[in-house]
Each structure stands twice: as C-alpha cells, then as structure tokens.
C-alpha cells in the first residue's frame, strides 16, 4: 500500500537544525523560512527570479487589440476565445491547487518558489480579466469564461488535469504527489506553450501585439514554474529512488502520452487548419516535440524518437525577451531584470 506523506505542522520545535538533513518532502523542518543556510541552491537563486520579473497587466496598452479583435477572421476570433478560455481555467486551478502541494514540501527554500508562483498564477489570471475587458464587450467576455460550460471538449480537457489534483486533495500518499507534480509539469511545459504559439502565429501577422506582449511576460514566468517543478521531480526522484519503479515511470509517460494526445486533438480542431502557420502537421510535430524535451529533462525516456527538430523556431523569436532593449512592437522595455537572462536548462 503507497505510503501516505504527513502535512508539515504549522510549526514544529523538534525539526532539524541541520540545515543539511532537508529534503523535498519527508523532511523534519520547523516551518521556519531561514535562507542564510540552504540546501537547494538552486531555489534560492530561482526564488530570486521569480521576484525580480515582476510585472503588471495593466503596464501594457491594449487599445489596438480591441480594434484588431473586431477585424479577426472568424477561426481567429474563435481560437483566440477558446484559447484564452483555457488558460483562463489553467492559471485559476494553478493558484488554488499550488497551496495544497506545498503543504508537503518541507524544504522551505522551495516553499517560497512555489508560494511566489501562487502569486504569478494569479496575476496570469488578472491579465487574462484585463485582456477580455479590454478587447471585447461584457457579453462575449461572459461567454468565454463559461465556454467550458458548454464545450464538451473543453470541459474534458480541464477535468483531466483537476481529476488528477483532486485524487492528490482526497488521498495524500507519495503516488499521488508524484502524480501531480508531473501533472503540473504537463500544465506548464506542454498546455500552456501550446496555447501560447496560436498568439505568436498572430503576432507574426501584426495581429493582437498587445496581448501577444502580455503572452510573453506570462511565459517567461512559466520558463521558472516549469523549471521548479522539474528540479522538484529531479530531487524527489534522488532522496526517494524506492518510489520509481519501471511501472510508475511508464505510467508517468503514459500520462504524458495522454496529454499529448488530447493537446494535439483540440489545437487541431480549433485552429482547423485556418491559422497561418499552424497547419495540423504542425501541431502535431510541435507538441509531440516540446513533450520529447520535457521528458528529456526529467531524464525519463522519450515518446517521439521520429521527432528530432523544432517545427516552428519563429515562436522562439516572438517568446525571447532578452537580447532587446524594447519588445518588437516597441510597445515597453521588457528585459529590465538582469536575472531574466538565467538559463534554466533550456526550457
């Protein structure tokens, strides 16, 4: 029977002094957040990327958007909605769910990671509110944040992700965790990196330069959240070798396999071979891609060895935010923070 994990006490007077005793999730800490003595270096110096690239939805003009919405072609308008629809959801079960993992990771380096990409969940959530009420009226806002309502496909993919998080809410064992943080892993390296290419595709028509800026503020915070929870899976995997066996690895890939599956099947179908630089060869290729890479990081085997090259290296330019003193539509200075040039492993 899987071994369930305890929730870290609010406090606790008997934890290690010995800073180097810690570990990811198992650990005796007091639930004190001291940094002058770390374990996990690398999530101090991610903690302090994370602070230094924040940013604020509404630094962004979003005037031009709301008239270039109006003159998208009826596919555009209707990726573009569906597409935000799901982020929408994504950045909302992030913030509400991150809490729950962190209540059993006992290191508190990595504790402060994941509380600050709590905050950067919700701000993604507040530039997504910005965005709609900026570029359409009330009433078609209304009817993207309800379009799971009715989208049957929609609605299958946001349960697949929360049934996962909530089999981790209603039993806590160490599988499950494991689950989730591969679940979440799926979110930020595949999901979102998928929705993200439809608003460069636009980008790079001179459509939607606005929200394809704001696009690219969320997913420089997402190269962080993607690189914590691969050096979270990484460093689970080295304290607790006993718990990945070769059938728990396979199911890993297997959810992964999944994820790939349903993401190629629903940016096919909304995009419907009508977005220019899209075509469904490339979605399939792209997705199938970024999941080779994501496993690659983790050191899990690859699911795709046909795949060997980026299909779409545009995005790569649109999504760069270094190397330039102003974003392409010299809308505002975007690489203000030294530490935005950090290489997390290539994400």
Not at 24 to 38: A, K, P, Q, R
Not at 156 to 176: K, V
Not at 228 to 243: A, V, Y
Request: proline share 2%; hydrophobic share 35%; with cysteine.
């Amino acid at each position: 029977m899987d071994e369930q994990l305890q929730r870290k006490k609010l406090f606790n007077e008997h934890g290690d002094q010995d800073w180097g005793k810690r570990r990811i999730i198992g650990g005796n800490t007091t639930n004190l957040i001291e940094l002058n003595n770390v374990k996990y270096e690398w999530a101090t110096k991610m903690y302090r990327t994370m602070m230094n690239n924040f940013w604020i939805p509404e630094e962004i003009p979003l005037a031009q958007d709301a008239k270039d919405y109006k003159l998208l072609s009826e596919a555009e308008r209707k990726s573009y909605d569906r597409i935000i629809s799901f982020l929408i959801f994504l950045d909302s079960l992030q913030t509400a769910n991150l809490p729950n993992v962190n209540e059993y990771v006992t290191a508190p380096e990595v504790n402060l990671c994941l509380t600050v990409q709590t905050f950067q969940e919700a701000v993604h959530s507040q530039s997504y509110s910005y965005i709609l009420d900026s570029v359409c009226s009330a009433e078609a806002r209304d009817e993207i944040y309800n379009l799971w309502r009715n989208d049957e496909r929609l609605l299958a993919r946001n349960r697949f992700i929360t049934d996962l998080y909530e089999n981790f809410i209603a039993d806590s064992s160490h599988r499950n965790l494991l689950k989730t943080i591969m679940a979440n892993y799926i979110l930020e390296g595949i999901y979102f990196y998928s929705g993200f290419s439809f608003f460069y595709a636009l980008g790079r028509q001179g459509k939607m330069l606005g929200t394809v800026s704001e696009i690219k503020y969320i997913q420089r915070d997402e190269l962080t959240h993607l690189a914590l929870f691969q050096n979270i899976f990484r460093e689970i995997r080295k304290e607790n070798p006993e718990l990945f066996t070769a059938e728990f690895i396979e199911e890993l890939r297997q959810m992964m396999k999944t994820a790939v599956e349903t993401e190629i099947s629903w940016g096919q179908s909304i995009t419907n071979n009508e977005i220019p630089g899209l075509t469904a060869d490339i979605i399939d290729s792209y997705i199938k891609y970024l999941s080779n890479e994501r496993l690659k990081m983790l050191g899990l085997e690859i699911l795709y060895p046909e795949i060997t090259e980026h299909p779409m290296r545009w995005v790569e330019s649109f999504s760069n935010m270094n190397g330039m003193k102003t974003d392409f539509f010299e809308q505002k200075v975007t690489n203000y923070s030294k530490s935005s040039n950090l290489n997390w492993g290539d994400l």
